[in-house]
């Protein structure tokens, strides 16, 4: 008899200690499940829905869903992957996300996850969102246009930077990226470029003015081999 928890995670078996959700074994374990709003060291906030798994003909989200012994999960199945690729598709339509001069194309999440499900067309009639941008800070940019809501950088302002300087503030279509200063403008926070927050942003909402477009085609992430492959670059962050 032995105390190793585990479950299995299409057919693979992932171990896990008592509190860990899925997503946080099975990344723990080098197996990758789709998400876009979930980072290890910070508190989940599913609310992107890319990390949906079946488990007992339930669908739910792995990155808060605790991991249960002999439970087995699927992340790999066509229903799911269909999902998936609605999902991201939206998320191009709900933002204005122009991948070839964007400054992220080949290091960007949703662009990389957007291939890995065989992302062809938009399926959904683009929302030409115009929301403000924010330049007011000499280190970074705000292109709202491009945020996806995920909140990393609320998280990671609030646990890794201890400032608190990114919310989200809205309901619904009106839901936008808002910085803590009386102002409203980002020059007027603590914000760094040396911030986690400023660089766990998995899309090119929160951008560095300096040193964009550096990597040439061929050395970015996602260049030579697929999401699923490579992971999260963000994780080391
Ligand atoms: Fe689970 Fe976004 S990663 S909902």
């Known amino acids: 008899m032995t105390d190793e928890l585990n479950f299995l995670l299409d057919g693979v078996e992932i171990p896990f200690h008592k509190g860990q959700t899925i997503m946080q074994a099975a990344t723990a374990a080098g197996a990758y499940i789709p998400h876009l709003c979930f980072h290890p060291d910070l508190a989940p906030h599913g609310s992107c ?4 798994v ?13 991991a249960e012994d002999r439970q087995e999960v699927h992340s790999n199945i066509p229903e799911l992957q269909q999902a998936r690729l ?8 709900e933002g204005n996300h122009f991948c070839p001069s964007c400054e992220v194309s080949g290091n960007c999440q949703l662009q990389a996850l957007a291939y890995d499900l065989g ?6 009639a683009p929302f030409s969102a115009v929301r403000a941008q924010d330049g007011s800070h000499p280190e970074l940019f705000i292109d709202r246009d491009r945020c996806i809501l995920c909140d990393l950088c609320g998280r990671a302002s609030c646990s890794s930077d201890n400032k608190n300087v990114y919310g989200l503030s809205g309901r619904g279509e009106q839901t936008h990226l808002i910085f803590r200063s009386n102002s409203g403008n980002l020059a007027d926070t603590a914000a ?4 986690h927050a400023a660089h766990i ?6 951008l560095p003015k300096q040193g964009n ?5 061929g050395n970015r992430l996602y260049d030579n081999a697929p999401i ?10």
């Open 49 to 52: 829905r890319l990390c949906i």
């Open 54 to 66: 079946d488990v007992n003909g339930k669908t739910v989200s792995s990155c808060t869903q605790p």
């Open 86 to 93: 609605r999902l991201i598709q939206l998320l191009f339509a």
């Open 119 to 124: 992302m062809t067309h938009y399926h959904y």
């Open 192 to 195: 760094s470029v040396n911030d």
């Open 201 to 206: 942003c998995p899309v090119g909402c929160i």
């Open 213 to 217: 477009y550096m990597q040439t085609i």
């Open 228 to 237: 699923h492959k490579v992971g999260n670059h963000r994780m080391d962050d």
